[in-house]
């Protein structure tokens, strides 16, 4: 039997970690879908025991009232801003992109503003289910990165590139930046999704998750050369193999939907779920054990590798 690790957060799905200033911030997907919560703490082991905040609740019905998915807290020129993912009770997989905005220096008491769902400068944009986006900047521009399907059967999630003109705005069209194109990429549904950017060294990369929330589901990754111009799809360079897979000696089954972040010593680290069981009763989307785990990332040839036994917060 495989040992069970210790998960850094139970039961929270699609981390996301924040080291900003002197303060370490969480947040996730709660099991219920139905709200935004956000940790502080003054460590990054702090964020185990530390209180939970909610600083936004799905609406009653309408936009933003299903599936609240996928959370990411960004400060921004000073402001503090939340992306996230949700659907509509009256359809429920209406998935569209929204985005808070923080009145207040404090995220944890607020007040949140709701900016409503990210501005595109394409019709195109978001035009179908769309979820898990993330924002970056580099070289002086910002990015971002989301999921969103193709209204074709069977439908195809693919993640699409646009500069930003405001944390808000995107400025530029879409780019498609890639398909499943792999056998990996494609079990049970053809999906990639969760992007998650990472700049070291002279290259950029772009992890993201693959294929349905069974074992099946890993993690796939892009490159570029950090001084490219990432709107060119020809600087992008994929992965043809996961880089992080189901670990069943370690306990570690349908590993994903990560972030990055870095630890005090300027480390390269990496917070991600996964179940710690492969045979699911239900609906895996509803099945409440996506926990959180944190890693550090080793180097080998300037390139990440993700590994079981880099966990962190094994006590």
Not at 80 to 90: K, L, N, S, T
Not at 177 to 203: D, I, M, Q
Not at 258 to 270: E, H, I, K, L, V
Request: aromatic share 14%.
């Amino acid at each position: 039997m495989p040992k069970t690790k210790t998960p850094f957060i139970p039961q929270r799905a699609d981390p996301y970690v924040l080291h900003e200033g002197d303060k370490w911030y969480f947040t996730a997907s709660v099991p219920a879908y139905d709200c935004i919560a956000l940790r502080c703490a003054d460590t990054l082991a702090g964020l185990r025991d530390a209180e939970e905040t909610v600083i936004w609740r799905a609406h009653a019905h309408g936009p933003m009232s299903k599936h609240i998915w996928a959370p990411e807290i960004h400060r921004i020129d000073g402001t503090w801003y939340v992306y996230f993912a949700a659907g509509e009770q009256e359809d429920i997989w209406k998935i569209r992109p929204w985005v808070l905005r923080c009145e207040g220096d404090n995220p944890l008491t607020g007040p949140w503003t709701e900016m409503g769902m990210l501005k595109a400068c394409d019709p195109f944009s978001f035009h179908d289910f769309s979820l898990d986006m993330t924002t970056f900047a580099h070289r002086g521009k910002r990015y971002c990165v989301w999921a969103e399907k193709v209204a074709v059967d069977p439908k195809i999630s693919n993640l699409y590139i646009a500069q930003m003109r405001s944390p808000t705005e995107l400025a530029t069209p879409q780019m498609l930046l890639t398909s499943p194109t792999y056998a990996w990429e494609r079990y049970g549904f053809w999906v990639n999704e969760g992007p998650a950017f990472l700049a070291e060294g002279e290259r950029v990369f772009l992890t993201y998750s693959a294929s349905d929330t069974s074992a099946a589901y890993c993690m796939g990754m892009l490159w570029a050369d950090a001084d490219a111009d990432l709107m060119d799809i020809a600087a992008w360079h994929k992965l043809n193999r996961p880089v992080f897979t189901t670990d069943e000696e370690k306990g570690i089954y349908g590993p994903g939907h990560n972030s990055f972040f870095r630890d005090d010593a300027g480390r390269a680290c990496m917070a991600f779920h996964a179940r710690p069981y492969r045979d699911i009763i239900g609906d895996p989307l509803y099945d409440p054990n996506r926990h959180a785990f944190v890693m550090a990332l080793d180097w080998k040839d300037g390139m990440p590798v993700f590994s079981a036994d880099a966990l962190l917060m094994q006590e």
